[in-house]
């Protein structure tokens, strides 16, 4: 099977998933992967948004598809790197929107996780992405043997408190860490 296909088989699953009844209930649409599925490198967020993701299917964005402020930082970012957002594979730990932009519960993201694990299978990405704490304390919690794993502020985080100096150093240091694993 092409990796097309394969993605295509786990976003139907994903798209038709209900398992977790908050979530079905306040979600637009479960949302799939978002990107260049060729690229050694995924991104990975806690979950959709209530009047973004969730609605656009494109992370950072609003309902109309622009960019939100987070977006805005995570653009300037990959930016840096000589990329666009459709340049770079984005997907969600959680691929539905909680109720209220709240946290996702431990029970939603176990539900979650055959999905991100599948995507992660099926692209076997070099470098692995987590975007924020929560993000980064799941991928540090398990065990991964064919990818790095290198962890960044999350964008709204870094436009809250104003660590833009500190986001672009690790952009820098994701860069850097990129060129090594493609050699």
């Not at 490198?41 to 309902?63: C, D, Y």
């Not at 539900?111 to 924020?132: D, F, H, T």
């Not at 850097?176 to 050699?183: A, C, V």
């Amino acid at each position: 099977m092409t990796r097309a296909f394969e993605l295509a088989k786990l976003f139907n699953g994903i798209k038709k998933c209900e398992r977790c009844s908050d979530l079905v209930k306040s979600r637009h649409q479960a949302t799939t992967g978002y990107g260049n599925a060729t690229i050694p490198v995924t991104f990975v967020g806690l979950a959709p948004t209530e009047r973004g993701h969730n609605v656009s299917g494109i992370p950072f964005t609003s309902i109309d598809g622009s960019l939100i402020p987070s977006g805005k930082v995570f653009l300037s970012g990959l930016k840096s790197l000589g990329c666009r957002i459709q340049d770079v594979y984005f997907t969600e730990l959680v691929k539905c929107h909680p109720p209220k932009n709240r946290k996702p519960t431990q029970e939603e993201i176990t539900n979650c996780e055959s999905y991100l694990l599948g995507e992660i299978a099926i692209l076997k990405p070099k470098v692995i992405v987590p975007l924020g704490k929560d993000v980064a304390n799941y991928f540090s919690k398990r065990v991964w043997k064919s990818s790095k794993i290198f962890a960044m502020l999350h964008p709204s985080y870094v436009h809250r408190f104003q660590k833009y100096n500190e986001y672009s150093e690790q952009f820098t240091r994701l860069f850097e860490l990129i060129g090594r694993e493609l050699k």
